[in-house]
């Protein structure tokens, strides 16, 4: 079984950083890619930022050069530095990991997701 526990998400104002981490626990092999997406209510699920084992990064363009996506592989965890934040940002931001569980077989698990609420 495979967990991933987010953290980090809460209230700031406009302009503000905050950091969200997500931290992957259980029995697999590797972790592959890891990401963030994010969803405010009646919009599609928006993937936000994601980084592959290699360390290589992809944005999406209303965040590039505000958030930066990295990942710690000692501690199986992945980061999201958010800054310069906007109210357009607001939204339950979620983790989502690639695991390889066994030889030839990755899932795709999810985090429970964390609220992050930017005030004007």
């Known amino acids: 079984q495979v967990q991933l526990v987010e953290s980090g998400g809460g209230l700031v104002q406009a302009g503000g950083s905050l950091r969200l981490s997500c931290a992957v626990s259980?029995?697999?092999?590797?972790?592959?890619?890891m990401n963030w997406y994010r969803q405010t209510p009646g919009k599609q699920l928006e993937m936000v930022a994601g980084?592959?084992?290699?360390?290589?990064?992809n944005y999406a363009e209303s965040v590039k050069g505000r958030f930066t996506i990295s990942r710690v592989n000692v501690n199986n965890t992945v980061y999201l530095q958010m800054n310069s934040l906007k109210p357009e940002d607001t939204a339950v931001y979620f983790c989502n990991a690639d695991v390889a569980v066994a030889r030839f077989a990755s899932q795709s698990y999810w985090g429970q997701g964390t609220q992050v609420t930017v005030s004007s």
């Open positions: 980084i592959n084992s290699g360390g290589t990064t």
């Open positions: 259980g029995r697999f092999i590797i972790i592959n890619a």
